[in-house]
């Protein structure tokens, strides 16, 4: 049976990856920072109808800044793959907890790297770093792809180019079998409510309902390439079956400014978003990225990966979640 671990595996792709694998009959060993959450109980409660057996699947306590740790477990585990996805993920946050977010997202994934290199050569764990197209940040170019230089504009996407790099390191210094997924923005009924994609469907559905009257947003001028979690977790997947260790771009090749978002959203509850969105500048951040478009034609000539949900269907999929949740 093969093994994975999957570090932040309570996350939204961490959601998606732990169904993919254990219905590809994969032992998976997931790590959070508190067990004793519902969104633990949640999962597992998922995961027993993903399984064939209890044993599947387990949670378990790991601080990813603690090498000692890490090491522990994963020499313990002797995992076949490992998917790092455990991080401060969010990038306005990083700004007021920039030392918090280069140890997560950086220090991280060195330690699960030393861990790595400390296995027996023949039976080393393959990993996929969870890196992202924030890299790009300031980028002129478009759309980008694994050529794009980085020009990083949070300490969010700071530690995760440092991240990035370092994988690479390993890669070419001690041959670690090792994967950046530069993953484009994602989304899905789990998205967190702090990301804009989900605060809009929310709010939408929570307007409709009369639960609320209006929705505060930050910077509305900027753009993203939006696609669904769902399938981006087997890009992940693919990168780790693939023959050698890679960089990739994984995107849906179009863009959208978040006022089409937003029209995408209240136009499926029959309102006019301008009627109800409010700017509020103090959630603007100190430095933006105003527009991402990813090239995913590495991806698919290699990987034979493409994503399967448009715009208008990840947004219809994400309002009538939100809609059913209210009801
Ligand atoms: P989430 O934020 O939903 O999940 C990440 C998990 O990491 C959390 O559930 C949390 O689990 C854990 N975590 C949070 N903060 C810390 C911390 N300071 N130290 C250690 N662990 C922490 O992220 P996603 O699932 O959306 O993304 C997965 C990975 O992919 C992340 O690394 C993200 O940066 C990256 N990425 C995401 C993209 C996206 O569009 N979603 C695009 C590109 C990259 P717990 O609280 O249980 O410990
Ligand atoms: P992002 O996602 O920063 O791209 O990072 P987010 O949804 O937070 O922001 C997207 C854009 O919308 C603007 N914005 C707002 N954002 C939030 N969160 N809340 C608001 O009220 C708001 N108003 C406007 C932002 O300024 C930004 O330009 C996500 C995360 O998943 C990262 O971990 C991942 O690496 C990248 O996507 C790719």
Known sequence: MQ?????????????????????????????????????????????????????????????????????????SFEPHEIYNLAAQ?????SFSSPLDTLAANARGALALLEAIRRMPAASAARMYQASSSEMFGAAESYP????????????????????????????ESYGVFVSNGILFNHESPRRPASYVTRKITRAAA?????????????????GRDWGFAGDYVDAMWRMLQHDQPDDFCVATNQWRRLDEFLEAAFSRIGRNWRDVVRIDPALCRPAEVTRLQGDYSKAERLLGWRPTTSFDDLVRLMVDADLAAVQ
């Open 144 to 171: 980008q792809n694994e050529q794009t230089p980085f020009h990083p504009r949070s300490p969010y996407a700071c530690a995760k180019v440092c991240a990035y790099h370092l994988c690479v390191l390993y890669r």
């Open 3 to 75: 093994r994975a671990l999957i570090t932040g595996v309570t996350g939204q792709d961490g959601w998606y990856l732990t169904e993919l694998l254990l219905k590809r009959g994969y032992q998976v060993l997931g790590t959070t920072r508190n067990p004793a959450t519902p969104s633990v109980l949640e999962l597992q409660e998922s995961a027993a109808g993903w399984s064939e057996s209890p044993e599947q699947f387990r949670v378990v306590r790991l601080n990813l800044t603690d090498a000692e740790q890490v090491d522990q477990l994963v020499q």
């Open 206 to 222: 929570r307007i409709a309902a009369g639960l609320e009257k209006e929705l505060t947003l930050g910077n509305l001028d900027v």
């Open 89 to 93: 993920s969010h990038v306005g946050q």
